[in-house]
């Protein structure tokens, strides 16, 4: 006999070690995917716990399975509740499992098409409490439907890699962001922040957030693109930092967009992260303003992510600032 598998628990897993092996996963403060997101060990909240959080915080797909399989498994035990006591259902087939479900989702829908019946005390009991129960059920799937639905959120387009170039001669770190909505995001403001390692003199290191300037962070109206820009100067965490020294304090910066939608007026949020090795130096980005044939303005956004060399592009100018951060 094959013995069963012993549940792993929490001292099973070896403790942490302080330094970093020499293949790891990367993590970020605003993870791009599972791998990229940070392992809590030894926290024994249940998911049910905090139900609702878990149900709008999971895919869509995700949300719809569980809804689905909740209701399926309802209806398999209630069938099977039915066939305990024979002839329960009026007109089904004697132990028929098939009748006993289809009769389990006629009441669940409260459908009720007149053919299968509850025939007995014990059927009538058991229907009424499948009601109450479809009607709890339907409740919170309906609310947790339209919470989905209603909360407002936010599409903005991060580029891929932010660069450290120049502006009006200045060393200074940018990206760009554009709303990927044809609506307006109003009162937009950008929070610049970067994490990085540090050394403690009592031994060991500590991650700690350093808030960055920025030549623009907020914009009365955000409806096509905005280039931010933090110059390097004495006061920034960035001043004489070079690659290697950034990827020695696993420099991490993060981003925080926040603003109000104009179609349903509501605060809204996005945020969105670039490591070291996420950085380009000495390049600046392509321009995506222009005119089409017929004269009219245009963003051209195949360009959105595409940067060039400092050696290869031109100065950038003000007005190119400006015009990119409509």
Not at 4 to 27: C, I, N, W
């Amino acid at each position: 006999m094959t013995a069963r598998p012993r549940r792993r628990r929490e001292t099973d897993v070896p403790p942490l070690r302080p330094e970093a092996p020499e293949t790891r996963h990367r993590t970020r403060m605003v993870p791009r995917g599972r791998s990229e997101a940070l392992q809590r060990i030894g926290l024994r909240t249940a998911w049910w716990h905090d139900l609702y959080h878990e149900m709008n915080t999971i895919s869509w797909g995700r949300f719809l399975l569980i809804a689905v399989a909740i209701y399926l498994v309802a209806n398999v035990i209630f069938a099977g509740l039915y066939l305990l006591q024979p002839g329960a259902i009026g007109s089904a087939r004697p132990g028929d499992f098939g009748d006993a479900f289809f009769f389990s989702v006629q009441t669940m829908a409260t459908i009720g098409y007149g053919k299968l019946t509850p025939d007995t005390v014990y059927a009538n009991l058991l229907v009424t409490v499948q009601t109450v129960f479809a009607m709890l059920l339907l409740a919170l799937t309906t609310g947790m439907m339209f919470a989905r639905f209603s909360r407002p959120t936010a599409r903005v387009l991060f580029t891929r890699n932010a660069v450290i170039g120049r502006y009006n001669g200045a060393p200074v770190l940018s990206f760009r962001m554009a709303n990927e909505r044809k609506n307006q995001i109003l009162q937009a403001e950008v929070t610049l922040s970067v994490l990085r390692t540090e050394p403690l003199l009592e031994g060991g290191t500590m991650r700690r957030f350093y808030e960055m300037k920025l030549l623009r962070s907020r914009t009365p109206i955000f409806g096509l693109t905005f280039l931010v820009l933090h110059p390097i100067d004495e006061d920034s965490p960035l001043f004489g930092k070079t690659p290697q020294a950034m990827a020695a304090e696993e420099v991490e910066f993060v981003i925080l967009v926040t603003g109000i939608d104009a179609t349903v007026s509501q605060p809204i949020h996005a945020r969105y992260s670039y490591s070291y090795e996420d950085l380009l130096w000495n390049h600046r980005f392509v321009d995506i303003f222009g005119y089409t044939e017929n004269g009219e303005a245009a963003l051209d956004m195949r360009k959105f992510h595409q940067t060039v060399p400092l050696s290869a592009a031109r100065a950038p100018a003000a007005a190119d600032a400006e015009t990119d951060s409509a």
